[in-house]
């Protein structure tokens, strides 16, 4: 793995998880799965953002671990999932559904947790019969379900099509990022947390972003201009709890406040003063402290374990 793929030392170092797998999604697309903790503990499935990686999610596998199953997949294209040409939401749908299936035991419930894009494939996915039999609750972090583009304040200009022209074209680039400079960490600090992040915190999301090959950020960042899963968003019929950094300059709190009134079981919005747009990171106590509250509340039973595999479809330690 490249040297900038993620820190190595320090409370945002990624654990070595119990085991690795790589699941098939409908389409072909591999994906790189890992799973941390007892098996037979209560599931808990971590969904990354735009240019991240299962390891964005290290505080969360870290202190989660110890009492739950925890299982995160590298988005396709991200990570250790090969690139498809393949990029849309339906696709996003496919893998989140996929991993669902050959991770949780039939008719076993997790607590699945999206940020950003990863809570874009639950709002693409929830309609889906395999979400429906495995979702027990969701927690949606720093995402929105439509006009990414246009309300991102990522750009210091005025709201408006010159503005949403702009930030397309920032989002786009196809230009490599090139190594982890200071200047680099000052750019991802303003652009996706908030101004009293500690340099760890930037230093381990710089790694993670910076790692992301430019074509996958080119070709997703194209599907998030386009962006529209309103919809999907009114089918997210199960608890549903929202947080939202008041500092996000790439989706702004204005969408958790829609995600709130259009979900049809919302359990409310966190909003966390100063706080930018990676909140699992710069909020770890507070995230982690919500995925247990909702574990506790909503996943009542651990199936048995037999069968949840099926091994034409997952390959071990891939």
């Not at 076993?108 to 395999?130: D, F, K, L, N, Y």
């Not at 074509?215 to 019929?237: N, S, T, Y």
């Not at 706080?275 to 982690?288: D, S």
């Not at 595999?309 to 891939?318: D, L, M, N, V």
């Amino acid at each position: 793995m490249s040297r900038l793929t993620h820190v190595t030392t320090g409370p945002y170092a990624p654990p070595v998880p119990a085991r690795e797998l790589t699941v098939v999604s409908a389409d072909g697309a591999r994906l790189h799965v890992e799973v941390h903790g007892p098996e037979n503990a209560p599931a808990v499935v971590l969904a990354h953002g735009w240019t991240c990686s299962t390891a964005f999610w290290a505080a969360q596998t870290r202190e989660l671990a110890a009492g739950h199953r925890v299982i995160a997949y590298d988005q396709r294209g991200h990570g250790r999932s090969p690139a498809s040409p393949v990029c849309t939401t339906q696709a996003l749908a496919d893998d989140l559904e996929a991993v669902l299936a050959h991770t949780l035991a039939p008719g076993e419930q997790a607590v699945i947790v999206g940020h950003s894009m990863g809570g874009m494939s639950v709002m693409a996915a929830s309609a889906r019969p395999g979400f429906r039999e495995h979702a027990a609750a969701v927690l949606l972090c720093s995402t929105g379900s439509s006009r990414l583009v246009a309300e991102a304040r990522v750009i210091p200009m005025r709201a408006g099509a010159a503005r949403t022209r702009l930030t397309a074209r920032v989002l786009a680039s196809r230009a490599p990022l090139g190594p982890v400079t200071p200047v680099a960490r000052s750019i991802l600090k303003y652009a996706t947390m908030g101004p009293g992040s500690a340099p760890q915190m930037v230093e381990a999301c710089a790694r993670i972003v910076h790692a992301c090959p430019r074509a996958v950020r080119h070709a997703w960042a194209l599907v998030l201009a386009g962006l529209d899963l309103d919809a999907g968003v009114r089918e997210l019929r199960v608890p549903t709890a929202v947080i939202s950094g008041a500092s996000d300059r790439l989706t702004p709190p204005m969408h958790a406040r829609a995600l709130v009134a259009a979900l049809p079981h919302s359990l409310g919005l966190t909003e966390l003063p100063g706080l930018g747009h990676m909140t699992p990171v710069e909020a770890p106590e507070l995230v982690n402290g919500k995925i247990r509250e909702l574990v506790t509340t909503y996943v009542t039973d651990v199936p048995g374990r037999a069968g949840a595999e099926a091994p034409e479809r997952i390959k071990e330690g891939s």
